[in-house]
């Protein structure tokens, strides 16, 4: 474990040495009209041209009066051969004025991106869109936060699925504990209830609405057209299928032909909800996406293998069988858990310095102290796992056990114990820095 907290200290230089630009959410290029722009004569569209093809997002482009009328006959469409451009055309005969643009994309990582700018026909005076933005173009407190929260739990739940590792190859006699089935099913029940809830929630934080609209179908039909609802969806069956398997699996009776079989199903459906995650997130905002979203699956992989396995090497701890030997368990664990701790340190480097805009945004935004807060989290996890793994290796009976040896080996387990729970609570920690990380921009 020093080795690892040696390469994490070298990873965190060639952070902090090496940080290069990264790519922020979509962005607004140009507009026709532009901002502030004085037209002798109506337009008959306005357009909008983006810094990422984001599709055609309904309702994402809205013109209206100073009076608050909408002008634009919608819908939104591209009008030429760029798919980066998207327009919405304006009613015939519009009279001198000023006019509002107001628009609201939601980026390719699921988080929407909203402003206006204002044009004026005629020789009126410009007033500018400045103070006049609706309320549909800022994100509403409590559906922010319970989307947060939502983020949170699903997180929580993937890690409690992740323990699946740590049952199969380090103690296979967890398939007969009710304890350490129902660990797993309250994982499954996590993803599938917090995918719902970011379901029905994204259409009220797309558009800025509160938790009143969660239930409009219009929102509901919007977050279906876009890939992030698609991709919900597809995260949602795939951990029913791996409800539907975990039982199988466990049975303790399983023929070694149909437990391999399951194996690979549960490898497969695990993926596919991994990849649900990295596919929604900030590596997607990333040109070379294949190296991000390919981080990011390691990234998260490795942390739900890491502290799943924590979790149920902690409640096997609490209240272990009369006649189990833990120790080999624990150091079965322990290496699966050395190659994890590198996994999530070289990946979320890889991460960093793909996402990170500039080293001084390490210390000048909200996300670069989150990521600090997140690094030093992981730091003080790695020191605590050191600690259990010289436990775990004096908790190893010799052959011939002196006199008193017991007596030793139930003081290293009790100290074991409680590393165990340490890491376990500090993991928790380390999740809701991550849930809040995936909702804030890189920039911010």
């Known amino acids: 474990m020093k080795r690892a907290l040696a390469l994490l200290a070298f990873l965190i230089g060639w952070l902090v040495l090496g940080a290069t630009p990264a790519f922020a959410h979509v962005e607004i290029v140009s507009s026709t009209p532009g901002d502030g722009a004085r037209l002798s004569a109506a337009p008959s569209l306005v357009s909008v041209t983006l810094s990422e093809n984001v599709g055609i997002q309904p309702g994402s482009i809205k013109v209206v009066d100073l009076e608050g009328r909408q002008v634009d006959t919608g819908p939104v469409f591209q009008p030429g051969e760029a798919a980066e451009q998207v327009a919405v055309r304006l009613k015939p005969g519009l009279p001198d004025g000023t006019y509002l643009v107001e628009y609201a994309f939601v980026s390719a990582d699921s988080h929407p991106v909203r402003g206006t700018f204002a044009f004026v026909v005629g020789t009126g005076p410009m007033v500018t869109s400045a103070g006049a933005v609706s309320a549909a173009t800022g994100t509403d407190a409590a559906v922010d936060a319970v989307s947060t929260g939502a983020r949170w739990l699903a997180y929580l739940g993937v890690v409690l699925l992740g323990g699946l590792a740590f049952v199969v190859l380090c103690r ?8 350490a089935r129902r660990l797993l099913r309250w994982g499954a029940g996590l993803v599938a209830a917090t995918t719902v809830a970011a379901f029905v929630l994204q259409g009220p934080y797309a558009a800025g609405r509160n938790l009143e609209a969660v239930f409009d179908t219009r929102l509901l039909a919007d977050t279906l057209r876009v890939a992030y609802g698609k991709l919900l969806l597809l995260r949602l069956a795939a951990v029913a299928v791996l409800a539907l ?20 199903l549960a490898v497969v459906t695990g993926f596919l909800v ?65 190659g994890a701790v590198t996994a999530i340190a070289l990946s979320g480097t890889v991460l960093a310095l793909r996402i990170m805009p500039s080293l001084p945004s390490l210390w000048t935004t909200r996300f670069g102290l989150l990521v600090l807060l997140k690094i030093a989290g992981f730091a003080v996890l790695l020191a605590v796992a050191s600690r259990s793994r010289r436990a775990v290796r004096r908790s190893l009976t010799p052959a011939a056990p002196p006199e008193g040896a017991t007596k030793t080996v139930t003081a290293d387990l009790r100290r074991l114990r409680q590393a165990v729970v340490v890491e376990v609570l500090l993991s928790v920690v380390v999740l809701a820095l991550a849930a809040l990380l995936t909702v804030t921009p890189p920039s911010g």
């Open 172 to 179: 296979p006699a967890a398939r007969a504990d009710p304890r």
């Open 245 to 264: 398997l975990l039982p199988r699996l466990l049975r303790p009776d399983l023929p070694e032909r149909l437990r391999s079989r399951y194996e690979n």
């Open 274 to 338: 991994l990849l649900t995650f990295s596919a929604t997130g900030h590596p997607v905002t990333d040109p070379i996406i294949f190296v991000s979203v390919s981080a990011d699956l390691v990234h998260f992989g490795a942390i739900a293998v890491w502290a799943g396995g924590l979790a149920q090497l902690a409640l096997c701890l609490h209240r272990p069988a009369a006649d189990e030997d833990l120790a080999p368990v624990a150091t079965r664990f322990s290496r699966i858990a050395g």
